[in-house]
């Protein structure tokens, strides 16, 4: 076992190394002088001159890129060109709404999702697995935004039970983070209850189907027993695949739930960094969002072996 986690987490090291060189090219091998896509079209030489000395963009570019890495190393990621702060205290200041809506996005689409999908799967071709199905298409269908525009109006405009925009850390207090978390992580987890639901039902549907199954269902096991020990396990590496590749989509792409409900998180900041062609900051949150990627694909490969031990080897 110890051996088969040394090897997925070296395989870790290649990966983010050809991210660092694509992140580290990306500015450079754009069309143009790097220093006058940073600093516009109305800077004078001098100014382009200050960036290119202050950048190392006229030290040879295999200069560049180790001084790159070694900055990054000590966790320097660079200095914003439009606040002049270090976009390392700016990813702290984002990064805890991101992470919280995430997390309890996962929370709530997996308690929720995985029980609709065993449901459904169980009662084949009944009323109760047409209605999942039916749901998991309208939640595929429907846009983040008008989900999230409903549930204000319902939620915070008629029912007045949630804030309508603004976040509270957990730092706060556990019910101040629940009543400003809870409508941006329901409006999110419909999404994603409707593809673990779907994927659920699927993987449980050619599961049943096993000979080992109908052996325990002779052998008289309760039918929960059948469902949620013997089904579900084996068809859950699959949906680990979803549920993990899902926590890790929603890092870096909740950029219209955090606009709809006023969140200072991750997205946001992407998005006016882009706006105002701040490349520090986009440089870290590429290198952010790669390396959040690659970890929770790695905690996926190594939870695999929790419910099928012949991966270990």
Not at 164 to 191: D, K, M, Y
């Amino acid at each position: 076992m110890s051996g088969y986690i040394l090897r997925r987490c070296l395989a870790v090291i290649p990966v983010m190394l050809l991210v660092a060189v694509f992140v580290f090219l990306l500015l450079r091998l754009t069309p143009g002088d790097p220093a006058a896509i940073i600093a516009g079209d109305m800077a004078t030489p001098a100014q382009l001159e200050r960036i290119r000395e202050a950048m190392g963009l006229n030290d040879p570019i295999p200069v560049q890129f180790a001084t790159w890495i070694g900055q990054l190393m000590q966790g320097d990621l660079g200095v914003s060109l439009i606040s002049n702060t270090p976009v390392s205290i700016m990813v702290a200041e984002r990064i805890g709404p991101t992470i919280s809506i995430a997390v309890l996005t996962i929370l709530m689409s997996v308690v929720i999702s995985v029980p609709m999908g065993v449901l459904a799967a169980w009662k084949h071709r009944s009323g109760v697995d047409y209605a999942v199905m039916t749901f998991s298409v309208l939640g595929f269908s429907v846009p983040v935004f008008v989900i999230g525009y409903l549930f204000i109006l319902i939620f915070s405009l008629r029912l007045g039970w949630f804030p309508v925009q603004g976040f509270q850390p957990i730092s706060a207090g556990l019910r101040p983070f629940l009543s400003s978390a809870f409508l941006p992580a329901l409006t999110l987890s419909t999404i994603y209850v409707a593809l673990i639901a779907r994927m659920t039902r699927a993987n449980m549907l050619d599961v049943l189907g096993e000979d080992y199954i109908r052996t325990a269902r002779a052998k008289g096991a309760p039918e929960r027993r059948v469902l949620f020990r013997h089904a579900l396990r084996n068809a859950a590496v699959p949906i680990l695949t979803v549920i993990g590749t899902g926590f890790a989509l929603l890092i870096g792409g909740v950029v219209v739930t955090e606009t709809v409900f006023n969140i200072p998180g991750l997205g946001r900041l992407t998005v006016d960094a882009i706006l105002a062609r701040d490349y520090p900051v986009i440089q870290a949150m590429i290198l952010l969002t790669s390396f959040l990627y690659v970890l929770v694909n790695l905690l996926i490969d190594l939870s695999y072996s929790l419910f099928d031990p012949r991966i270990r080897y």
